[in-house]
RNA sequence: GGAGGGGUGGGCGAGUGGCUAAAACCGGCGGUCUGUAAAAUCGCUGCCCUGACGGGCUACGCAGGUUCGAAUCCUGCCCCCUCCA
């Protein structure tokens, strides 16, 4: 869906590597000097940085790393930062909690967990892992202040964030300035070619290519990427409006995620987190105007190319058919919590009739067990019908407190909750 | 250093002595309808006891105090913002 006349890339290398310069690229910055750098045939060196103070990987990053991995097939190499120092001084984004600072140690179980995510996608061999403590461990406050008054604080201020905050009379700390420039020296440490980021980067990413000029360096070109909204469909995606599918989530929950998004979301998805060619994506993109394609198909597709990037597709397989199992046919899902009968013996409630069917106290059942988060709400869930037996004794709607149970007892919470009770030796 | 404004539930933001577990909105959860999702609609949304009625305990930056009673008044402290120097 470029604008960009096609020549260029096809005259470099063909076809593929048009489709790696416009896929999910925003705007190459300068994009003749990139094409420059990508002909001279030099091994080009990828800067990525990572902040190992939210060890979480979501696809959202993904979109970012699989272009990574894409020009390491080209042969180019990646060189990824730990920000070891930037993430001790923790970023308090907006307002209050001064964050903790994280010790050396949590810093570095962060950045194994980062890692070990970060891999999944990107070829470890052809990558080059660095601290920032390699070069900051060394800094004077004579270095500080020589790299701080590079810049002035008109210039900080261009930086969206911190422009609105500041506009808005929100606090700003003074270290948060030090951000965009400890990471600009990165590039200078490292002498990177070209570095990523996401839209909402572009300043920083525009500081170290500044920084680099200044030091007499090849300033580095920068992709920026687009930014992939999160499972609401209408933010962006990150950890902290908890709408990310992480590479981490067992495949059943990227299954169930991806097919809960919007359906305005799915084209996007499909260009941003996968690799499906482009014009296998126009056929879609026409069949879904045409209504020809039912959403619902193309989504199934969606989720199963996810999972399979991250578990695999067998994983990917199960997951589709434990959705329809579970959601489409409402049909029990294959695992589930489980707990004993003879577990379950501590909730029994007393019974006015000595011959009567064995009944249970729920709420404290359903806390304890974890499925609802206090008694309190568990009483609500039942009170508004979302408590039922689908399976086995006792089957049927729950109506009060307690209920009839034994081995074999499937209860269901809500939509996506299940406790099934088993025979007591297992 | 001075003057002023402000810190309320997941978010935003009402609330100036009892009618306030705290409005409205958003978010979240649940029911119905759909039988991907969304939309629509109804309801719930601090914790604990209770079948229910009802009761108890915590909570409005922190610590004290006044009062029969405080998110609301007083004192001290912490933090944020604005203007002046």
Known sequence: MSERDDDTGRELAGEPLREITTRGVIEI?????????????????????????????????????????????LGHQVVLIIGDWT?????????????????????????????????????????????????????????????????????????????????AKKPLGVHELFYPLL???????????????????????????????????????????????????AQKMAKSMENTINFEDAPNEQYGKVMSLPDSALMEYLDLATDIPDEELDAIR?????????????KKRLASEIVAQFHGKPAAEEAAAEFQRVFQRHQTPQEM????????KT???????????PQYDLPHLLHDKGLVASVTEARRLIKQGAVQVIEGPGKGAVGGASAELGAGSVLKVGKHRFLRIVDSDA
């Open 29 to 73: 910055i300068p994009e003749d000097e990139f094409r420059e750098a990508l002909a001279s045939g030099r091994k080009l060196r990828l800067k990525f940085g990572l902040d190992p103070s939210k060890p979480d990987l979501h696809i959202g990053h993904g979109v970012l790393l699989r272009k990574l991995r894409q020009f390491q097939e």
């Open 286 to 298: 026409s069949d879904l105007e045409a209504k020809s394609a039912n959403p619902m198909d193309v």
């Open 183 to 233: 990471q600009a020296y990165d590039s200078v440490a490292i002498d990177a070619d070209v570095e990523f980021g996401g839209s909402d980067q572009l300043f920083n990413l525009l500081v170290g290519r500044e920084l680099q000029t200044e030091v007499g360096q090849r300033p580095q070109s920068i992709f920026v990427m687009k930014l992939l909204v999160g499972t609401d469909g």
């Open 337 to 344: 919590s489980e707990v004993s009968a003879a577990d379950i």
């Open 87 to 167: 993430a001790r001084i923790g970023d308090p984004s907006g307002q209050s909690a001064t964050r903790p600072m994280l010790t050396a140690e949590d810093v570095r179980e962060n950045a194994e967990t980062y890692m070990r995510q970060f891999f999944h996608v990107v070829d470890r061999e052809r990558t080059e892992v660095r601290w920032q403590s390699e070069w900051f461990d060394a800094f004077t406050l004579a270095d500080v202040v020589r790299l701080a008054a590079r810049f002035t604080v008109a210039q900080m201020l261009q930086r969206e964030d911190f422009r609105t905050r500041f506009d």
């Open 347 to 357: 909730y029994s409630v007393e019974q006015s009739e000595a011959n009567a069917a």
